[in-house]
T-cell receptor
Framework: DSGVTQTPKHLITATGQRVTLRCSPRSGDLSVYWYQQSLDQGLQFLIQ???????AKGNILERFSAQQFPDLHSELNLSSLELGDSALYFC???????????FGPGTRLLVL | ELKVEQNPLFLSMQEGKNYTIYCNYSTTSDRLYWYRQDPGKSLESLFV?????AVKQEGRLMASLDTKARLSTLHITAAVHDLSATYFCAVERTYKYIFGTGTRLKVLA
């Protein structure tokens, strides 16, 4: 158990819909990261937040947005969903100089 | 543009043998990470390498970093079945992370 929690575990929805994925980092970690893992695109970095502020953006689509709240939990919002958005979405958190990232169990999203 | 190449993609090895997974990247980096992923599971951090010449070891796994060659290696010593998993390297540059394609390792008894 990494100490990072993600909800929900599984999500099935239809094209065009909007969903919200939630992540609670390890206690004391200020950084939160979001990643997408799919068979065709592999592991992709989406976005990082540090202490409530966006620190870096990766391959995040404009239809996707995220935020980190004052209690440090984070949400990833996916809208106008397409079939190709079906993937595993991981959240990770880190703290300390080495920035070791601890991954949550993931949310498996299926868009039908 | 930062690109990361990992090889081999698949590796089947006998228990007790040694082998190395390679991770090449195209531009300078700030950190290099190695992760393990078991089927259907999340990623587990193995190593974070920060500087040229860095070497870290944990059990039968040893990771090293050569920033001049833009190469990291993950060496497996005397493999055991429990090491069967997919291994990813990831390179960070200015807080952005690029992953290799992963190496699926199968250790045969």
């Amino acid at each position: 158990d990494s100490g990072v929690t993600q909800t929900p575990k599984h999500l099935i929805t239809a094209t065009g819909q909007r969903v919200t994925l939630r992540c609670s980092p390890r206690s004391g970690d200020l950084s939160v990261y979001w990643y997408q893992q799919s068979l065709d695109q592999g592991l992709q970095f989406l976005i990082q937040y540090y202490n409530g502020e966006e620190r870096a953006k990766g391959n995040i689509l404009e239809r996707f947005s995220a935020q980190q709240f004052p209690d440090l939990h984070s949400e990833l919002n996916l809208s106008s969903l397409e079939l190709g958005d079906s993937a595993l979405y991981f959240c990770a958190s880190s703290g300390g100089q080495e920035e070791t990232q601890y991954f949550g169990p993931g949310t498996r999203l299926l868009v039908l | 543009e930062l690109k990361v190449e990992q090889n081999p993609l698949f590796l089947s090895m006998q228990e007790g043998k040694n082998y190395t997974i390679y991770c090449n990247y195209s531009t300078t980096s700030d950190r290099l990470y190695w992760y393990r992923q078991d089927p259907g599971k999340s990623l587990e951090s193995l190593f974070v390498l920060l500087s040229n010449g860095a070497v870290k070891q944990e059990g039968r796994l040893m990771a090293s970093l050569d920033t001049k060659a833009r190469l990291s290696t993950l060496h497996i010593t005397a493999a055991v079945h429990d090491l069967s998993a997919t291994y990813f390297c990831a390179v960070e540059r200015t807080y952005k992370y690029i992953f290799g394609t992963g190496t699926r390792l199968k250790v045969l008894a």
